[in-house]
């Protein structure tokens, strides 16, 4: 079996993921989830990277704490390094035993550091801190510590709820202030748009001109959002497509290279690794590369290391030569290739729009005839890239009983903007989990465990598209 490209711990899955950039690799520490009853507690675990391709996997980095500590749970955070070269490690404590006022397990700031480069860490539980007067003391998690140089102190963001207003729009953006890392002052919330429920994992930094904050929001989407500013302190802007992904991508935070910016996230998986099932908390490790656009707004897309290590072609003949135009005004028609695809691959199409097309796209492990597949759909009138399955879930044995559309596909859309004209499309294929991205800007992840094996097919609805690129790629491994 081929290496994968989305890392995953054999004993378990990756929760939220906290980067660290250190002397051009990547540590990437997340939240260890085992799902076992009665639950463990959870740990931060550690992978490195150089290329972002392959992973060496440290095991535990910061051991929970027992029953009877605070940190039963530890829970996520970030890492800073001061002047002298001391890295602090600020992360969430919790323990479903250790109750608040109001019933709930109380979430509390809790700091640890090495002096050893990483290597090891001594936990502080005296510099343990919990909500203050105003806030819920059961969500005060996920501290996002960054420098601002311009005031000579350090802010510390939490994911926060105020203890009175309506019951879904408490969320908050807390803050704190700090000169030395290990004292912290309550101050003024750092955004406190009084919108959902609450706003996970807050991330900020600079990049040139322009300040973006990252928050992954507790609502109906359940997805990471951005927003912009000329400043750290506001006011906060939201961009015409403040999204990083959809659905399953979730709780990403980011580091910076070389001034290159990536958001690492989770691909949630699904109950029962089924189609149709509900999401779950973690999942696989997913990683996109920001850019920047000229009016600062980010695009989203596979880092060019990772296409780059799919590089043996894979052939996959369609019924002619390329270009291949599709043309129905008022139907619908597919080619699918004559070959099986592997299980791990790349894929690039560039379809050239015609203009008053409703859709068009790339099927997936499609069947020989494009019957049963999963469906890239970009659908220029609603200027959206949709990802979908056919058939859905069967209710019956007649041939209406078919699940319309339930919200597990409805949510796996993005907006994009798809005038008349050449858009490329790219997808990555590695078993379970597939992503895609359109133009290099908008990126759509998923997961697909039913159909397990299948060919590519290309597809138009009711207009006009010519097919002028598609390759194929595969890994090997050395």
């Known amino acids: 079996m081929k290496r994968s490209v989305f890392f995953q711990p054999a004993d378990g899955w990756v929760g939220d993921l906290i980067p660290f950039e250190k002397d051009g690799e990547f540590w990437l520490f997340y939240l260890h989830e085992v799902r076992s009853d009665p639950k463990p507690g959870t740990s931060w675990n550690l992978i490195t990277t150089k290329d972002l391709t392959q992973f060496e996997d440290h095991g535990v980095a910061l051991p929970h704490g027992t029953t009877a500590e605070l940190d039963f749970n530890a829970y996520t955070g970030s890492v800073v390094v001061d002047e002298s070269g001391v890295h602090h490690l600020f992360y969430t404590g919790q323990n479903p035993r250790n109750l608040g006022a109001d019933g709930v397990p109380l979430q509390l700031v809790m700091h640890a550091t090495s002096i050893d480069g990483m290597q090891s860490w001594t936990k502080h539980p005296e510099?343990?801190?919990?909500?203050?007067?105003?806030?819920?003391?059961?969500?005060?998690?996920?501290?996002?510590?960054?420098?601002?140089?311009?005031?000579?102190?350090?802010?510390?963001?939490?994911?926060?709820?105020?203890s009175t207003g309506p019951e879904r729009r408490r969320g908050v953006i807390a803050q704190c202030i700090s000169t030395d890392l290990m004292t912290w002052e309550h101050t003024e919330?750092?955004?406190?748009?009084?919108?959902?429920?609450?706003?996970?994992?807050?991330?900020?930094?600079?990049?040139?001109?322009w300040w973006y904050m990252v928050y992954s929001e507790f609502s109906e989407s359940f997805t990471t959002r951005y927003r912009m500013a000329k400043s750290p302190d506001g006011p906060w802007t939201v961009p015409n497509l403040d999204t990083i992904d959809g659905r399953a991508f979730y709780a990403s935070k980011t580091a910076e290279r070389d001034g290159r910016r990536f958001f690492f996230g989770w691909i949630a998986s699904k109950e029962g690794n089924r189609d149709h099932g509900p999401w779950e908390w973690a999942g696989t490790m997913s990683v996109l590369e920001a850019r920047q656009n000229?009016?600062?707004?980010?695009?989203?897309?596979?880092?060019?290391?990772?296409?780059?290590?799919?590089?043996?072609?894979?052939?996959?003949?369609?019924?002619?030569?390329?270009?291949?135009?599709?043309?129905?005004?008022?139907?619908?028609?597919?080619?699918?290739?004559?070959?099986?695809?592997?299980?791990?691959?790349?894929?690039?199409?560039?379809?050239?729009?015609?203009?008053?097309?409703?859709?068009?796209?790339?099927?997936?492990?499609?069947?020989?005839?494009?019957?049963?597949?999963?469906?890239?759909?970009?659908?220029?009138?609603?200027?959206?890239?949709?990802?979908d399955r056919w058939p859905r879930a069967i209710t019956g044995d007649a041939q209406w009983h078919v699940?319309?559309?339930?919200?597990?596909?409805?949510?796996?859309?993005?907006?994009?903007?798809?005038?008349?004209?050449?858009?490329?499309?790219?997808?990555?294929?590695?078993g379970d989990t597939c992503v895609a991205v359109v133009d290099r800007q908008v990126a759509l992840s998923a997961r697909i465990y039913d159909l397990t094996t299948g060919r590519i097919g290309v597809f138009a609805g009711e207009g006009s598209v010519t097919v002028t690129e598609l390759e194929i790629r595969q890994r090997t491994e050395n």
Request: glycine share 6%; proline share 8%; net charge negative.
């Open 127 to 162: 510099l343990t801190f919990g909500a203050p007067d105003g806030y819920e003391s059961g969500d005060w998690r996920d501290p996002f510590v960054f420098r601002d140089e311009a005031k000579g102190h350090w802010r510390m963001l939490l994911a926060a709820r105020h």
């Open 189 to 209: 919330p750092f955004w406190d748009p009084r919108r959902y429920i609450t706003h996970e994992c807050p991330d900020v930094f600079q990049w040139g001109e």
């Open 294 to 387: 000229p009016d600062g707004t980010l695009a989203f897309s596979f880092a060019d290391e990772l296409v780059e290590s799919f590089w043996e072609d894979v052939p996959a003949s369609l019924a002619a030569e390329l270009p291949v135009s599709l043309d129905v005004p008022d139907g619908y028609t597919a080619v699918v290739s004559q070959e099986e695809l592997p299980t791990q691959f790349y894929a690039k199409a560039v379809l050239d729009i015609a203009p008053d097309t409703t859709e068009c796209g790339l099927l997936l492990r499609s069947s020989q005839d494009g019957d049963h597949s999963y469906i890239l759909r970009l659908e220029p009138k609603r200027n959206r890239l949709v990802f």
């Open 403 to 430: 699940s319309g559309d339930v919200p597990f596909d409805i949510e796996l859309e993005r907006p994009c903007n798809l005038a008349p004209g050449e858009h490329s499309l790219e997808v990555i294929v590695d």
